[in-house]
């Protein structure tokens, strides 16, 4: 049987996505359900196993010889569980044994979102011929990930990289994971949102109140909603800055939901970097959307 399609997941806390990949990173069959991030593991397990059973029911599923894992962190990638934050009921979660299980006992491997993303970069995308760089997914969380000395580097725990975790604010607001000032408790999509809610800024007459909506209004000048983005770019930038100060970076990729609607929050991601001495002097990592 030719095998030489993967299928991949893709699991965050807002969505679950599945794809069946090609050698040069088309996506021949995709499949995506909402994350039930509330809910307790079972109910986020079964959302896992309908877009695997989209997947699988596919006639190319016979192509397929393996299977990866991108998963919102911290996640064991020896043992095969996760514990990602922003999920609150998988903790130690047993994924790997559970996809496998799905899909009749497939080779699968688990790293962390970021890390993912920063192979596919690597590969095909905006850190492509870059031997040194680290890549993230600004999100529902921060993730990340690093390409050493021209290697994808996930770490022993499949953990390397992330960036979101990185305290920034050592007195800031207390982050799920444990520690304050943690760059996803500022940076994330749903802090964005929060911190401008705090700051006074009232959604329109639809009443949304995402960081979509909030990047509208920044867009059309709302001075919470611009403030709120500038904050969420001070934090990527030091945390940016603190790994290019432990390893020389060439590039930063800046990548997930956030950059859609606010493709300004790069840009001053970018020039809160450049204001960063460290940053400056790491072979002028350059900071940009993928």
């Known amino acids: 049987m030719h095998t030489d399609l993967v299928a991949a997941l893709d699991i965050g806390g807002t969505k679950i996505a599945g794809a069946l990949v090609d050698g040069d990173g088309n996506l021949l069959v995709r499949a995506q359900r909402p994350t039930p991030a509330r809910e307790g593991a079972e109910a986020v397990m079964g959302a896992v196993d309908e877009v695997l059973g989209e997947l699988t029911a596919s006639a190319l599923w016979e192509r397929a010889g393996s299977a990866g894992i991108g998963s919102a962190g911290p996640v064991d990638a020896a043992a095969g569980t996760v514990s990602p934050v922003n999920v609150p009921g998988w903790r130690d979660f047993p994924l790997v044994e559970r996809v496998q299980k799905t899909i009749g006992g497939l080779p699968v491997a688990l790293v962390g979102d970021g890390v993912a993303m920063t192979a596919a970069e690597h590969w095909l995308g905006a850190a492509r011929g870059y031997d040194n760089a680290l890549c993230l997914v600004v999100s529902t969380g921060v993730g990340g990930g690093l390409v050493l000395g021209g290697t994808l580097h996930p770490g022993p725990s499949g953990n390397a990289g992330h960036i979101g975790h990185i305290s920034v604010d050592l007195d800031g607001d207390l982050c799920p994971c444990g520690a304050r000032g943690c760059v996803e408790r500022i940076a994330s999509g749903p802090n964005i949102a929060r911190r401008a809610l705090d700051g006074g800024w009232l959604p329109g007459p639809d009443g949304d109140t995402t960081a979509a909506a909030v990047a509208a209004a920044a ?24 790994t290019a100060t432990l390893v020389e970076i060439d590039i930063a990729v800046i990548g997930g939901g956030w950059r859609a609607p606010a493709r300004c929050s790069s840009r001053r991601c970018a020039a809160a970097c450049a204001t960063t001495p460290r940053s400056r002097s790491s072979a002028g990592s350059p900071s940009r959307p993928p």
């Open 219 to 242: 867009r059309a000048g709302d001075p919470v909603a611009l403030a709120s983005y500038e904050r969420a770019a001070q934090a990527l930038a030091a945390g940016i800055a603190a």
